[in-house]
Structures are given as structure tokens and as C-alpha cells.
């Protein structure tokens, strides 16, 4: 059985929400091809996320213990560690990604549970997991350098051992002309494709 975190970074709420119509499909269709799955939502709206103080860097940086896995900052960090696979869904705010998903990031990127430091330099710890990182975007930007969202995410997940990453993208939701309906179908289309087999 596999553990499935699903993270959700949107502030708008269900039903008007593009990316969450997208990933809502997807995680539907991955429950129907895995039922003994555990799938484990995180809507980073609901959590009291804050930013990193300087009293939490000791924690974050500093070596860890059994009762590290207790310790309130760490609870996000350990929680990414033990899933075996990732759903990512957050839509493309300026270019980037919503605020509040990188200060979640600040705290799952630790030393000694996301990654080490070696003679050789860093090395991520959570090799042998997959992720799809799911996004509604007002323009097209994928494989441009304009895909700061995606671009970064691939990046940290990577840099965290994750190698195996799926985008799924609908683009120019916002460009006028555009048919924003069959935009939105064709990738709930590929969301369930890509469920199939994640």
C-alpha cells in the first residue's frame, strides 16, 4: 500500500477553483485504480502555516533525534518524508507559485529528512518516489523560461532525490478567444491518464 499526499495551494475555494478541478479528477481516478492507497489531503489554507522565524533555523538546520519527529516545526517535513507519492496542485500566480507553497517548502526542506550534506555536497534522501505537480495557468508558458512554477518545484523535488515528476498544465485559461472549457477537458483528460499508472 502506498501513501499518497496530496497538497492543495489555492486560496480560492472548491468549485471555482481550476487547478482543484483538475486534481480533484485526478485524485478520483487514482482512488479508483489503487483502493487500498492512503491518500492524505493537505490544503495548505487549512493549516497554520506562517514563514520561517529565526528561532525555528536550529531545528530546521540543526541535527536531528527521535524526538526531533515531535517537534511542532518539523511535523510538515516528516509527514513529505514518509509518503511515497506527491499531487501537487496550485495554480501559477506571477510567473511562480503561490506563497504560501513555498513557505511549506521552507519547512519539508530539511536537513537530514529531505536531504544531506556530504563531502561531495548535498544529496536528497527520498529517492524512489514520484510526484505530478498539477497547475491552471493564465498563459502559456510551459518548456519557456516564463515556467518559474514548475521550473522550481521540478527543482527542490529533484534536489530532494524525486526524480520521477509529471506536469500537468492548462494553459491560456485567460487569453481572450481562448475556449477555456475544452482547455480544462483535455487536461482532466490527461489528469485521469496520467492517474492510471502514477
Known sequence: MNKVLYIKANAKPEGKSRTFKISDVFIDEYKQNNP???????????EDIDFLRSKDLDTVFGPKNEESKNHPTLKYAYQFAEADKYVIAAPMW???????????????????IAFKYTQEGAVGLLENKKAVYIAARGGSYAETPYELDGIYLRSILGFFGIKDITTISAEKLDVQGENVD?????????????????
Open 94 to 112: 506571477n510567473l511562480s507559485i503561490p506563497a504560501i507553497l513555498k513557505a511549506y517548502v521552507d519547512y519539508i526542506s530539511v536537513v537530514g
Open 182 to 198: 475544452k482547455i480544462l477537458e483535455e487536461a482532466i483528460d490527461k489528469a485521469k491518464e496520467t492517474a492510471k499508472n502514477f
Open 36 to 46: 487500498d492507497d492512503e491518500i492524505i489531503t493537505l490544503d495548505l489554507y487549512k
